[in-house]
């Protein structure tokens, strides 16, 4: 943002709580009228013709834009992504253990990633690694639903399940 003697463009829309008349003016008279308040000449908006300027006190702006965006952050969510992996021939006890960790996954808000990992030859078989992974979905279908259908990366087959939000 440019401040006070930065701003180039040769009138400005004045816009703010602290003037009396909203309106565009020459930068000469903004920077007269800021002067006087004892206070800064601001940019908001450098695209709009013409530019729109605020007469606000900089520092103070620039504390609570800092703010502004920590507040932000603090209030986005971190997405946890726990991956579990397969091989094409898992049998039925893996399957349920691996299965048990996706629910305590799932239910502790995180994503579950499924993978099959085929070693060698064993790529001819990908339609059993889907099916594996498809079962898999189906026996999470109440603790979290499938983002993305299986799809084959490479020698991996790939699948996000992420949790259902419960409602209170």
């Not at 004045?14 to 003037?19: A, E, K, P, R, W």
């Given at each position: 943002m440019r401040i006070n003697g930065e701003i180039?463009?040769?009138?400005?829309?004045?816009?703010?709580?602290?003037?009396?008349e909203q309106g565009i003016y020459p930068i000469s008279q903004a920077m007269h009228m800021a002067d006087e308040l004892g206070l800064d000449l601001v940019e908001i908006s450098a695209k709009a013709d013409p530019p729109v300027c605020k007469?606000?006190?900089?520092?103070?702006?620039?504390?609570?834009?800092?703010?502004?965006?920590?507040e932000m952050k603090?209030?986005?969510?971190?997405?946890?992504?726990?991956?579990i992996r397969?091989?094409?021939?898992t049998d039925e006890h893996d399957f349920q253990f691996k299965l048990k960790h996706a629910i305590e996954f799932l239910q502790e808000g995180s994503k579950v990633k499924a993978s099959?990992?085929?070693?060698?030859r064993s790529i001819l078989y990908s339609e059993q690694g889907e099916?594996?992974?498809?079962?898999?979905?189906?026996?999470?279908?109440e603790y979290g639903r499938a983002e993305q259908m299986p799809k084959l990366e490479g020698k991996r087959m790939?699948?996000?399940i992420a949790p259902v939000v419960k409602k209170k």
């Open positions: 180039t463009a040769p009138r400005v829309r004045l816009v703010g709580d602290n003037i009396e007469i606000i006190d900089y520092q103070k702006f620039l504390y609570q834009q800092k703010k502004k965006a920590k603090s209030n986005s969510a971190k997405v946890v992504i726990k991956e397969f091989g094409p021939n099959v990992f085929f070693k060698g099916k594996l992974l498809l079962r898999f979905a189906v026996e999470l279908e790939i699948m996000m």
